[in-house]
Structures are given as structure tokens and as C-alpha cells.
């Protein structure tokens, strides 16, 4: 196997919208795994939402209800200063939730031979479940570790993830991915929080 780290939308703008805790949070353990796949010189791909100042390449609720956000050449649209980004990353830009629609992600992951996606990043409804599913539809294997992923809706994220967990991908600890990557193999067993007992990969 080849995983690659995929984190997702971990920009000013974004995260301004979440408790101050959570983005620590989310922060600390997104840089654990960043460090754990350098150290193996895994892949990491760092995916930026940013559109043009008068919203002309923004989605339709955005145009319609002039909604500004992630504004290319802002502060709001960078990555969070806390992360541990490196020139040798790799970084795509989107304009949609998915971070596979209207890129060149797809093409780049085959290039690498890459065929687990470990999943960070916010939102859980939104994009990180578009970008799991469409992982999914291109025959990916998705992991998503439960403390590299936030929400500002609760109730959404929570639904999100009983929908994605077991169907298209896994709902795993971030001490999985850890393990996963240093023996850079899958691991066969994981403990879910959100069921009794262990389940097998």
C-alpha cells in the first residue's frame, strides 16, 4: 500500500468559525500525522479553497447571497500559520467542495501510485465528505482520522460520518494512522469508538 495525507480547507477563514479548542486540536493532530509521513517520506497534499475577489469563480450560494470568503491574496485564505507546511508539500487549488472536481488531483495521486487516502481537514458535512466520496468513486481506500476532522455543525458531522464509516471509507484514531505509517502497512484491526468491540479493516 501507499497512503498519501490529503488535509483539506485548514485556512483562517474556515477555522474562524470553530471554538478556539477544536482548532488547536485539529491543528496538534493534523501536524502528528504531517511529522509521521515525512518521517517516511510519504506524500502530503495540502488542498486550498480561494476564489477571485468579486466571487466570479464562486459557487451559486456564494454569487447569489454574496457571500465573501477565502479570497485569493488574503490572509483569511492561507493556511492556518500553526501548520507544518514544507516547500516539498504539494498544494492544489479548488473551487468546489470536492478537492478531485475541476483539479488535477486525481492525475497526480495516480502518478505517485497512491492507494489509501488518509482525509484531514473541515468541514466533515461538506468537504471532506464531497472529497471522501469521490476518493471512493475512483477506487481509493479513505481513512478518516476522527481528531484531524472538524465541523461548525455537530449533528451534520455526526450523521456524516455514520453514513461514511464502513461504506466508503473508515472513521479510525489518529494513533492508527500513526501506526499504519510507520509500518507502512494497513493495519488489521482498529478500535471505533462509535461501536462495541474491534472491527477489521
Given amino acids: ?7 483539506i480547507d485548514l ?3 474556515f477555522l474562524a468559525s470553530l471554538e478556539t479548542s477544536v482548532v488547536t486540536s485539529l491543528v496538534a493532530n493534523t501536524n502528528r500525522l504531517v511529522r509521521t509521513f515525512r518521517a517516511k ?13 468579486d466571487l466570479s469563480d464562486a459557487f451559486l450560494e456564494m454569487r447569489d447571497k454574496n457571500i465573501s ?22 498544494t492544489f487549488i479548488k473551487k468546489r467542495y470536492s478537492a478531485f472536481f475541476g483539479t488535477t488531483l486525481d ?10 487516502l488518509v482525509l484531514c481537514g473541515i468541514n466533515t458535512h461538506a468537504c471532506i465528505r464531497t472529497a471522501a466520496i469521490d476518493a471512493y ?7 478518516l482520522p476522527r481528531e484531524c476532522i472538524g465541523s461548525y455543525d455537530d449533528e451534520h458531522a455526526r450523521v456524516t460520518l455514520r453514513y461514511l464509516d464502513g461504506k466508503i471509507g473508515r472513521v479510525v484514531g489518529v494513533e492508527d494512522v500513526v501506526e499504519m505509517a ?3 502497512r494497513r493495519p488489521t484491526h482498529v478500535q471505533n469508538e462509535d461501536c462495541d468491540g474491534v472491527e477489521e479493516f
Fill in 107 to 116: 492525475q497526480h495521486l495516480q502518478e505517485q501510485n497512491i492507494d489509501h
Fill in 11 to 13: 485556512q483562517n477563514d
Fill in 182 to 184: 510507520r509500518q507502512e
Fill in 69 to 90: 470568503g477565502v479570497i485569493e491574496g488574503t490572509e483569511g485564505a492561507q493556511i492556518h500559520p500553526d501548520l507544518e507546511v514544507s516547500e516539498s508539500d504539494v
Fill in 137 to 143: 468513486q475512483r477506487d481509493y481506500r479513505v481513512l
Fill in 41 to 53: 517520506t510519504l506524500p502530503i497534499v495540502w488542498i486550498r479553497q480561494e476564489f477571485r475577489a
Fill in 1 to 7: 500500500m501507499k497512503p498519501c495525507l490529503l488535509i
